[in-house]
């Protein structure tokens, strides 16, 4: 139904809705935090009109795996996001939540949140508190972080929990959900939970499930022992009967290059008798904490921080060692707590990933690093510029249908990630032909090109290259999980 008027009109742009459906040329109007109408709007009156010819107007992107849950707060409008186009950010991943570990050191890879000042919140119901007093420019959702339970109720971590402890960690699993978590998540592949049995984790699973969870995993081995942490996945997934997302999917390390061939096969089989979905950055370098065991085996390594020092950031490691007249791990152990850029993927595994239908985007991005991965910055223009433009790898409407409906049901986000009427209005207005990542290994914050105007919940965050002040609190919103009817 064509409305008389509304607030603000985007004329004349083509529409990808969401959904993958092909793009038509629509109007879209907005009213209040939502999407009054879509379609030939001409004669309706506006207090707003943008002409939006020769751009493209999609819902905006839902930025399926950060490490956002302290920015949110010490950042609320996330330029490093927006600029890119980001409405919704799904936080709490690889393990690592900012709630409920406090009163604690908070361990590697913990720290990359912050010290004990940020882990500061008992319960996943103060960070929601805090988060609503003063909410942030995008929407965010929250995972029940396992290594953080961890943390929180073991004195060591370098075992299996003992019953006691796990009853523990339900419980603490069970408040997040009840303050409006959507799932919880593992990192199994780090020091602080490697120890984990998968019965911990399912322990977790349980009872996530039974509250209408999901579940996302770093998984145990990305390397040799991919196909094996592949299974123990799944059987996570089966067993609990939970949604599973597989994070930043790949197959690190030289030996490892090429075998997405096997590992996609084995996603793909399960796929067909459970819910299993992945996500993938678009970059060949990951980012973490500094460990020697994955200096060890990247082909270079960039240092992101160091505490000790930080003057050092941005710099290559050999080149530190070189210049201190040490060794790599010599300068590795000095350069503690840090973290590090690592080289270390093959570019036809990871184009085999992106192509892999279905295959979410994430960008994994670390926004405290002092010399941050460009991933942080350039992640969704990056797929949308260079994958889907320039190589081809995508078509634009799956390419959107990826960053916008799918993340939407899979992570049980009602009313997000569609241009239709009676949705959110989260809206992106971009340049097809100019949309490109501008961030890069040795310039690595800046903001991408060809991002016309971001909308998050019908207010405008960002246009023309810059954030678009407003006073008072930002429009984003605590995403709950409504659990999806169908699959994506
Ligand atoms: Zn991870
Ligand atoms: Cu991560």
Redesign the pocket.
Known sequence: MKPQACELLIRGGTVIDGTGAARRAADVAVDGDRIAAVGRLDGVRAEREIDASGLVVSPGFVDV?THDDRAVLSDPGMACKVSQGVTTVVAG????SLAPLHGREPPP?LNLLGGTDWYRFPTFAAYREELEGSPPALNVAMQVGHTALRAQVMDGLDRAATGREIERMVELADEGMRAGCIGFST?L??PPARAAPTEEVLAIAHRVAARGGMHST?MRDEEGGVLDSIRETARIGREAGIGIVI??HKCAGRENWGRTRETLALIAEAQETQSLDLDVYPYVA?S?VLLMEIVARSEKVLVSWSEPHPEVAGRPLEEVAREWGCGVEEAVARLQPAGGIYFMMDEDDLARILEFPGAMIGS?GLPHDVFPHPRLWGTFPRVLGHYSRDRGLIGLEDAVHRMTGKPAAVFGLAGRGEVRPGAWADLVLFDPDGIIDAATFEDPARPAAGIRSVFVNGREVWALGAAVASPGPGPGRLLRRTPAQGRA
Do not use: E, K, W
């Not at 991943?93 to 690592?96: A, D, E, L």
């Open positions: 795996h991943n690889c393990g690592v890879p990192g592949a780090y770093h994070s930043h990951g973490t994994d």
